[in-house]
């Protein structure tokens, strides 16, 4: 079969959609959030991983009526979206779509992609009043512009055994990873909560599972067996409190780490990133919380936007950030009566009365792609869903040695390409280069190894 269909007419009510995403990421958020994207869609959706499949250039895009990218690929990254593809995409004259999360690194390549691509609708995590801000070039003013949630909660219909707050052996559980110090004051939040903790643990005899190091990273059944065996875990928001449009903040944090590499942020806050910090707030609620809430694992949380969602001591432990309260945070965490309350609160507002299900993604994503189409004349020229699959799967065979030698060729190149870039990077020396080469060097494995066994 050849890489285009050829007379065949079909006049269809629903649209075919092609979407770009990492099907085999390797945390189970991405796989969740994919999914809740086309939940209880009345359109075709035809789901394509570019890192794997570095042929789809060669297929015919006049069969979709619109194109979109999961967050998980990255258009204007050659990596995840090979120069081909996006020349072809370029190309294409139907509504493209784009999903997008951490916006706040080099946003000007994001929005030139934009632009080159002619996106039409763009999924945000920035607040609603900061859209025409944060992005404020005017070939992008007409683009619609949609707030999402970073996450939603899956279905709930897996069966959930909650451990009671009184058998729980372990007093806090967490988890995160050190973030640049150009992200900001709030992403360094992440690993404020925890040194703290992990200092204070013993002076307030708190059994504590705390790390924000790669290695200690922990994922599946392992995540959900430590949340639900600990009386309480730590979040802060997600997101960063620096937008960085040219990579200018990058670049002088990183020069300042050069020069001194043992600087520790409130060093390189005072000396670089204070006039940059605050800006623009991109922040929101984590995943993560409602992982929490799903599981009753009661949440210990500096005050914060969290989309709106969350209310201090009703659904989460309020700590301050200078810590002025921790005393008081301890003693309610040796109170099972009031850490059941406040999880069962959490449990009943988050998870139970459905507002922030899967299936709303899936409404506001298909409410957005009408609104796009609303007025629009509807090509009758529409191809079946099934010569679709087709023709998707004819591609996979017809090219299957060329794809395997473009996925050899691109993964050596980013791997010893990222290599050489640690390696001469001047933000860190000696032992603390090594120490994030090998932190490097695991993220990535861990990134590839799903893909390796598809």
């Not at 099907?23 to 890192?51: G, R």
């Not at 937008?243 to 590499?261: F, I």
């Not at 507002?355 to 004349?377: H, M, Q, R």
């Not at 090594?434 to 598809?454: I, T, V």
């Amino acid at each position: 079969m050849s890489d285009q269909i050829i007379g065949v007419v079909f006049v269809a009510e629903n649209y075919n959609i092609l979407f770009l995403a990492n099907t085999k990421h390797y945390t189970q958020c991405v796989a969740d959030h994919i999914e809740a994207v086309q939940k209880n869609s009345p359109h075709n959706w035809f789901l394509e991983n570019p890192l794997n499949n570095r042929v789809l250039h060669k297929l015919d895009f006049g069969c979709f009526d619109a194109i979109g990218f999961h967050y998980s690929i990255r258009p204007h990254d050659w990596y995840y979206c090979p120069t081909k593809l996006y020349r072809k995409l370029r190309e294409y004259s139907g509504l493209k779509f784009l999903f997008l999360q951490d916006e706040y690194q080099r946003v000007n390549v994001t929005i030139n992609a934009m632009r080159e691509l002619n996106v039409g609708l763009l999924f945000t995590c920035v607040r609603p009043e900061l859209h025409d801000i944060a992005y404020d070039d005017p070939v992008l003013r007409d683009m619609r512009k949609v707030t999402v949630l970073t996450g939603y909660v899956p279905d709930s219909d897996q069966n959930v055994q909650w451990v009671p707050i009184d058998q729980r052996s372990t007093d806090i559980f967490y988890r995160s990873r050190t973030c640049p110090y150009w992200v900001g004051r709030v992403a360094n939040e992440k690993v404020l909560i925890a040194n703290e903790f992990i200092k204070r643990a013993d002076k307030l005899n708190l059994s504590v599972d705390i790390s924000v190091q790669e290695k200690d990273r922990v994922y599946g059944e392992e995540w959900t067996q430590c949340m639900s065996n600990c009386r309480a875990t730590l979040a802060t928001e997600s997101g960063a409190s620096i937008w960085d449009r040219d990579g200018e903040v990058e670049r002088a944090a990183d020069a300042a780490l050069a020069e001194n590499p043992l600087a520790t942020f409130e060093d390189i806050y005072q000396e670089v990133l204070e006039p940059y910090d605050g800006k623009i707030m991109y922040t929101a609620i984590s995943p993560r919380v409602f992982e929490a809430a799903l599981l009753k694992t009661p949440l210990i949380m500096f005050p914060g936007w969290y989309n709106g969602i969350l209310e201090p001591d009703v659904h989460y432990i309020k700590l301050e950030k200078d810590f002025s309260n921790i005393e008081s945070v301890v003693q309610r965490l040796r109170d099972d009566e009031a850490l059941t309350t406040i999880a069962d609160r959490a449990f009943q507002d988050l998870i139970a009365s459905g507002s922030y299900a899967a299936d709303k993604l899936g409404e506001l994503v298909t409410e957005s792609i009408a609104g796009c189409f609303e007025g629009l004349p509807r090509d009758n020229k529409s191809v079946p869903a099934s010569a679709i699959s087709q023709m998707l799967s004819s591609n996979s065979r017809s090219h299957r040695f060329a794809n395997a030698a473009n996925n050899v060729f691109a993964e050596l190149r980013f791997s010893v390409g990222h290599f050489f870039r640690l390696v001469v990077s001047r933000d860190c020396r000696g032992i603390e280069k090594w120490r994030r080469l090998a932190e490097s060097g695991s993220r990535y494995f861990s990134y590839l190894k799903p893909r390796l066994k598809s």
